[in-house]
């Protein structure tokens, strides 16, 4: 991959009316893609905790690699027409997926979010291969922290990264950056699954809390950081909500009626929560509303610290909280400040990681196509 | 544009009804196919193992029946699955009916996750009072290659975006550092 825009063809800002409304299907069908994967995710985990039995060709596996399958479609759409306009010499919009490299050598032109989307569906569709062989080796254990399903979700969040940057490189448009904070709660809405491999972590510290804390962060951050406005953080915080909120009631219903429609029954002692809506933060807006007036005064300052202790912040919070959200819904104890503080200080620690890579992340964001957005 | 819209709102609609309508009503899941068994007595109940593939080897998931003298009928109970390398005993799981077949308890597609001896112990309570007993089960090394490689391979797209974001920080680096 040459990572140079190519010469002979060069890019070029071309913004119009016209090719925003070229742009936007494309982007759509890459966004609808996503959605279709986590719909398809999150009844998945539903079907496996509520129900049970798996192939390798059940509704909800259809959803996921059908959504991976848009996403990729979408991606090749992009290219080849990225490409044939750089062959037929017209201008590149850079605002349709953002600025454009070459791929092997000048071969292809690729506006890079699309590549990425790409890139991450072509992969997620090798593992899908692997995955099969996998449980013809190793038999249809349903669990999340297996290397193909792990290397499945790896690649279905690189397709999302390369969402956020073809809506970022839109923010021109308001569909662009209403694009770009969904897409960036999408996100962080498929992580909460991720972070389940660090289950069997031991110590004093809940793993899988901090780690959550710490990728949720980056995305809150990255959010706000490509905001050049505040409450990027609280837009951000806000629509994962509603992702929460939809496969709250999403989830269970879809596995249950598809459970009755295979004639297969619940399992016995089930508890019913919705287990992957479950993992999702309940508290990100208050933490993104505290942390709000940090991020403004680091916007008014240009200072790099502020967040970072931004990040801090709301790493110990969602770290902490996320035990106190699990005792709630799953009625356990609550856990003591034996296993709170050491998590909280681990989720602080990362935080400030968290919020210097995300807050850089999101400026990084309105360069994607080398114009600052115009909106706000 | 408007037009535009609801034409590929209608291709989508489409698109999402075949997709409902090609899922067959009835899905044929695969039976429980016992090919060995072992006993344990728990107390005064006899237990049925059954494993639907023997030996057993780490990581390799089957279904495990199991299947007390008389049915599970006004019987309740609990298991633990504990690996020979761990000190305490797992936690207790209720007895619960397998989802392909019924009339027995049983883990449907379940791994033991270490190479090594295993303990599964059962307690029971039903018309005869409680009772309890253990079947010590060995896990074979597991097949396919090894975990290493399979979780080197696993992380190449969060590798390749690591790298991918190290190059756009440090391509971005001037500008956004200049605000």
Known sequence: ?376 | MRVRLRRQATLLATVAGLLLAATPVAQAYEPVNIVHTEKVQAGPYPITVGFSTWPLRAIQSLDFTFAPDGGIEGKSGTLTMTPATRSTESRKRPLVRHPRKLEVWGLDIRALEEQGDWTFRFRLDGPEGPGEGALTLTALEPPGPPMALNWSLSTLPLIGLVAFLAIAWRRTRAEVLAG
């Open chain 1, 1 to 376: 991959m040459d990572l140079t825009a190519p010469g002979a063809h060069g890019v070029r800002a071309a913004a119009t009316p016209r090719t925003a409304a070229r742009g936007m299907p494309t982007a759509m069908a890459l966004l609808a893609g996503s959605v279709l994967g986590l719909v398809g995710l999150t009844w998945d985990v539903q079907w496996h905790t509520d129900v049970g039995p798996d192939t390798f060709f059940t509704l909800p596996h259809l959803f996921i690699y059908a959504g991976s399958a848009l996403s990729g479609l979408a991606a090749l759409v992009a290219v080849l027409g990225a490409t044939a306009a750089a062959r037929a010499g017209r201008p590149l919009d850079p605002t349709v997926g953002g600025a454009s490299v070459g791929v092997f050598g000048r071969t292809f032109t690729a506006p890079v979010g699309y590549l990425i989307s790409g890139v991450g569906a072509a992969v997620f569709l090798l593992y899908g291969m692997w995955d099969l062989w996998w449980h013809g080796v190793y038999g249809f254990d349903a669990v999340i922290d297996s290397p193909p399903h792990i290397g499945l979700l790896l690649s279905g969040i690189v397709t999302m990264v390369g969402t956020i940057m073809v809506f970022a490189a839109a923010a021109e448009h308001r569909w662009g950056r209403v694009g770009t904070d969904v897409s960036i709660a999408l996100t962080a809405a498929n992580v909460t699954i991720t972070v389940l491999g660090l289950t069997d972590v031991g110590g004093p510290v809940d793993a899988v809390h901090t780690a959550m804390a710490w990728l949720v962060v980056i995305l809150l951050l990255t959010a706000a950081g490509f905001r050049p406005t505040r409450g990027g953080a609280v837009i951000m915080a806000g629509w994962l909500a509603v992702i929460q909120a939809v496969t709250w009631w999403f989830s269970p219903w879809a596995a249950y009626a598809y459970a009755d429609a295979v004639g297969l029954p619940v399992r016995d002692y089930i508890n019913g929560v919705p287990v992957m809506p479950a993992l999702m933060p309940m508290a990100l807006i208050a933490v993104a509303l505290l942390i709000e007036p940090i991020l403004k005064a680091a916007r008014a300052h240009g200072n790099r610290w502020l967040p970072v202790a931004a990040g801090a912040v709301a790493g110990a919070l969602v770290a902490a909280l996320q035990g106190i959200q699990d005792s709630i819904v799953y009625t356990y104890p609550t856990p003591g400040p034996g296993t709170l503080l050491p998590t909280a200080v681990a989720g602080a620690l990362l935080g400030a990681l968290a919020g210097h890579l995300g807050w850089r992340f999101g400026h990084m964001l309105r360069l994607v196509n080398r114009t600052r957005p115009e909106g706000n």
